[in-house]
């Protein structure tokens, strides 16, 4: 009863939910496509960098991480078996069974076990260049990733930047008049870029420590095994 009764009300000659309908604004939505191309081409230039250095990071992210956690995995009884071996005079067995693994440890424990025979600063020498050949190859691609977290912030502030010289030429060209929709929607669109260079940074960033902290897992292990293969070529002669 009410409401029908305030739904016939009029105000000047027009009904009430009329008037309330032109009252409540309309809710202005924007596309990802209008908030790059607002930015003119420059904004578009950059949002299109960001979105190559993304696709790249995760890329690299998702590989490293892929090849790290394969280089990880070490057999169980492996040391054991290489000191068996070595013990009995079974240098060829030895041998096969670093070839038979593929981990950085067991491709430089086999370094050394070919290097049997010789001098063991020669064969300490030859494990050691060999693991640092194995670490470089763990951090591939990892200064790249580096450089993306630090560069995509400042490449997103470039954006923000271009976005507001756009809008303070607008001004200019209007004679000095400060149209409050223009410059709104302009810092809106500038502050996009600098959003996304943030969130390509960040995920650049943590995806960079992460993979680090992982290869220095391994390479604590890889110098432990080195040390074990030391000791193990000193024991026949004590």
């Not at 976005?163 to 996009?192: E, W």
Request: glycine share 10%; charged share 15%; proline share 3%.
């Amino acid at each position: 009863m009410i409401q029908n009764f305030l739904l016939q009300i009029s105000v000047g000659g027009t009904p009430v939910a009329e008037v309330a309908e032109a009252v409540v604004p309309e809710e202005k939505t924007l596309t990802v496509w209008q908030l790059v191309s607002a930015g003119g081409t420059g904004g578009a230039i950059v949002m299109l960098t960001l979105l190559v250095l993304s696709i790249l990071a995760v890329y690299i992210i998702v590989e490293r991480f892929m090849v790290i956690k394969q280089a990880s995995k070490e057999e169980l009884n492996f040391m054991n078996q290489i000191k068996d071996n070595i013990l009995d005079g079974r240098i060829d067995a030895a041998n096969e069974l670093c070839q038979s693994n593929d981990s950085p440890i067991a491709r430089m424990i086999g370094k050394g076990v070919s290097r049997i025979g010789k001098p063991l600063s020669d064969i300490g020498t030859a494990v050691e260049n060999t693991g640092k050949l194995e670490l470089n190859k763990l951090e591939k691609n990892l200064s790249t990733l580096a450089t993306i977290s630090g560069a995509a912030p400042m490449i997103g502030f470039l954006g923000t930047v271009i976005g507001m010289i756009l809008v303070f030429h607008k001004m200019a060209a209007g004679g000095g008049g400060v149209d409050l929709q223009t410059l709104s929607d302009g810092i809106f669109t500038a502050m996009v870029t600098t959003v996304a260079g943030l969130i390509v940074g960040i995920l650049a960033y943590v995806g960079y420590n992460t993979l680090v902290a992982r290869v220095e897992k391994i390479v604590f292990v890889m110098e432990a095994r080195t040390m074990e293969f030391l000791d193990i070529l000193h024991e026949p002669a004590v």
